[in-house]
């Protein structure tokens, strides 16, 4: 059984860093694109950023620059850098495995970014 489990949300100032951490079990993340998604209270989900199995990256426009995402395939562990928050990134973050066709979803971690 596939399980995702975010860690490292929270609350930042205007500014701030914060690193999200996004952990595997159940199934080695080597072979899959892994990537973070975003939902915010009456808003879609969006990707925020991708990450594939040979490395290269992808971003959305409103994170490109201030985002960074890597992969430790011997930690089977995601990463989401996040640096220079600003309040509309306030949101929750989700890990996604494989695509969103594969479903494999964590269950998110809350980033809060507001004085």
């Known amino acids: 059984q596939v399980q995702l489990v975010e860690s490292g949300g929270g609350l930042v100032q205007p500014g701030g860093s914060l690193r999200l951490s996004c952990a595997a079990s159940?199934?080695?993340?080597?072979?899959?694109?892994m990537s973070w998604y975003r939902q915010a209270p009456g808003k879609q989900r969006e990707l925020v950023a991708l990450i594939t199995p040979g490395g290269s990256t992808n971003y959305a426009d409103s994170v490109k620059g201030r985002f960074t995402i890597s992969r430790d395939n011997a930690k089977n562990t995601v990463y989401l850098q996040m640096n220079s928050l600003k309040p509309e990134d306030t949101a929750v973050y989700l890990c996604?495995?494989?695509?969103?066709?594969?479903?494999?979803w964590g269950q998110g971690t809350q980033v809060t970014v507001s004085l």
């Open positions: 159940g199934r080695t993340i080597t072979i899959y694109s």
């Open positions: 996604n495995l494989g695509g969103i066709r594969l479903g494999y």
